[in-house]
């Protein structure tokens, strides 16, 4: 074999002929990406449940409930049907019988509750039929609370108490307890709906509910989408029997075990050897979460970097050998390199506000958006926006829009800054205050969260960064270069990156650096960055950089006056 995977002599090596599959299933979408052992693209093709799923009913890949504010969740059959029509349009295009490990990436948070005999029913599946018929009765619950839920603020507060406060259950599980975490999602269904939380045999994540598909049984949970849970300790990355009493009973031996992101979950199950020709040395290495897998995605490695994911949801993510838990982010252990961590912000009001916000004011086009974000001055004459058309997450508040115009911009002080609320601005105002107020208010919250501000660079992905225009108005706000991957899909080039990783560790029998997989490759390979928008050549940047440090702090201060004035419908759940 040649050495393609790089690294060294210490380390085992990818078969040249061997291929690499990874795999998101996020919000809206089920993505696959395919690899060969030199790291090029070999393949990629999408579902995307509204249009390819229609019979599911989803909008935005999720149901809403009508009859409970706040209820958000999408069908888990939903995602196993994706997954039999992905592979199927895959194969003519991919030759499967080459994969040698899959992995994968899907959206943290959502909780799967499979029914008494599930099990069985998985390392039974006949290839003669489909995922969805054979599994149309091996879910307790037929819907999954997914990360956009936001009914448990009841059970989030019971929970914190329990542990002792909000500072507490971050410092020890990384985060306190938001109501997409699954820990209080499972309370509830323990509380509301306990037939079906009898009715549980296993608890799964969506990562790991994918994952027992293709190994024909229960996979397990890693640590690394684990920490979204609040019932695992951060720092043994151990489930804790003091947060598991908090939230449910029995529900240890519902969760099951955890695994390193890096471990092998199995081989991939007879079915898929038989419907879709895969090799039955196929190995499954455990999937983790949708973020977790960006960060591998991006090769982010170093502390002075910062990712920012601009899809359904909003995150901001970086690397850290000391964590600090706070109020505001979470925490994950890093899912390529056990001895760090990842510190991460989630907006909830990501690309559907955005793109709200352009059918209201922009005629539904992005031309027309781009044009009237081009005719307004940085700084938007003072107007600053907050729209949450989904009740948000950071800083929490309940859905609503609201407008203020500072006077005293330029005066240098923050004392001397007023702002006034108005109800609505003009076309390009809105279109511009949407993008600064995004990026303003994810500066202001990396600060509080101790990620680096202003960073060495960012790296941008998610279909926004795409848009040269967005990318200019992060790198003022930010004050440094925004890089930008050959590939917007970094979570699925991320997994498929992983099931490369994987493949090395259970070859070498041990952790290998992630690096090991790329060195000396990265810039011929789909990893490169390009350079999107520079920071610092201009004789401007500074002083635009030092004016926006101070429209940081004045939103900053806005936003808490709003917490405080509608902090009581948040705690109430609305």
């Known amino acids: 074999m040649a050495d393609s995977g790089g690294g060294g002599c210490c380390f085992p090596r990818l078969p040249d002929d061997a291929l690499f599959l990874g795999l998101d299933c996020s919000t809206q979408s089920l993505k696959a990406t395919v690899l060969d052992a030199g790291l090029g693209v070999v393949a990629t093709d999408s579902i995307h449940f509204d249009s390819d799923l229609p019979h599911y009913g989803t909008h935005g890949g999720v149901r809403r409930d009508p009859a409970e504010r706040g209820r958000i969740v999408s069908p888990p059959l939903m995602w196993a049907e994706a997954l039999d029509l992905l592979l199927a349009r895959l194969r003519p295009r991919a030759d499967l019988r080459r994969v040698a490990a899959v992995s994968g990436s899907a959206q ?58 909000p500072l507490r259950l971050a410092a020890l599980t990384g985060c306190r ?49 684990g920490a979204g849970m609040n019932i695992m300790d951060i720092a043994t990355r151990q489930l804790r029997d003091d947060a598991l009493q908090a939230t449910a009973p029995n529900l240890e031996e519902r969760i099951g075990k955890l695994s390193t992101a890096h471990a092998v979950a199995g081989k991939i199950s007879p079915y898929f050897v038989q419907r879709f020709q895969f090799a039955s040395s196929c190995l499954v290495i455990q999937w983790s979460g949708d973020n977790p897998n960006s960060l591998a995605g991006l090769t982010l490695s170093n502390p002075g970097d910062l990712a920012i994911s601009l899809g359904t949801s909003d995150t901001v993510f970086g690397v850290t050998d000391s964590p600090e838990p706070t109020l505001e982010g979470n925490i994950f252990p890093n899912p ?48 600053l926006g907050f729209y949450y058309k989904e009740h948000e997450i950071l800083p929490p508040l309940p859905v609503g829009f609201h407008r203020y115009v500072v006077k005293n911009l330029t005066s240098g002080s923050l004392d001397e800054m007023v702002e006034e609320e108005v109800d609505e601005f003009d076309p390009p105002s809105e279109v511009r205050a949407i ?90 390979t789909s990893l490169s960055m390009k350079l999107a928008v520079p920071f610092g050549e201009c004789e401007g940047d500074i002083e635009l950089l030092n004016n926006y440090t101070l429209l940081v702090r004045k939103r900053m ?18």
């Open 557 to 574: 201060e806005i936003e808490q006056k709003l917490i405080e004035r509608f902090g009581q419908q948040e705690l109430s759940g609305f």
């Open 177 to 225: 307890a938001h109501e997409r975490c699954t820990g209080p999602q499972i309370r509830k269904m323990h509380q509301t709906r306990p037939r079906v939380y009898d009715a549980t045999e296993r608890v799964s994540l969506v990562s790991s509910f994918m994952a027992s598909l293709l190994v024909g049984g229960y996979a397990c949970i890693d640590e690394t989408d």
């Open 435 to 524: 993008i600064e107020g995004q990026f303003l208010s994810m500066r202001g919250h990396a600060e509080q969260c101790g990620l680096p501000v202003p960073p060495k660079r960012i790296i941008a992905t998610g279909g926004a960064s795409s848009n040269p225009t967005i990318l200019k108005i992060m790198a003022s706000i930010f004050g440094c270069p925004v890089y930008t991957s050959q590939r917007s899909d970094s979570a699925s080039l991320g997994a498929a990156l992983r099931a490369a990783h994987g493949w090395l560790c259970n070859q070498q029998d041990e952790f290998v650096p992630f690096s090991s997989v790329y060195s000396e490759r990265i810039d011929r």
């Open 108 to 165: 943290q948070h959502g909780s799967v509750y499979w029914a008494r005999g599930a099990g069985a029913a998985l390392a039974a599946l006949d290839p003669a039929g489909s995922l969805a018929t054979q599994l149309a009765g091996a879910f307790a619950a037929p819907e999954s609370p997914v990360w956009m839920d936001s009914s448990s603020a009841a059970q989030c507060r019971e929970v914190e108490a329990a542990m002792g406060g």
């Open 336 to 383: 390529v390199d056990p001895k760090t961590y990842m510190v991460l912000l989630c907006y909830k009001n990501g690309s559907l506000t955005r793109e709200d916000l352009r059918n209201r004011y922009a005629e539904r086009s992005w031309d027309m958006f781009n044009r009237l974000l081009e005719e307004t001055a940085p700084f938007n004459g003072g107007k």
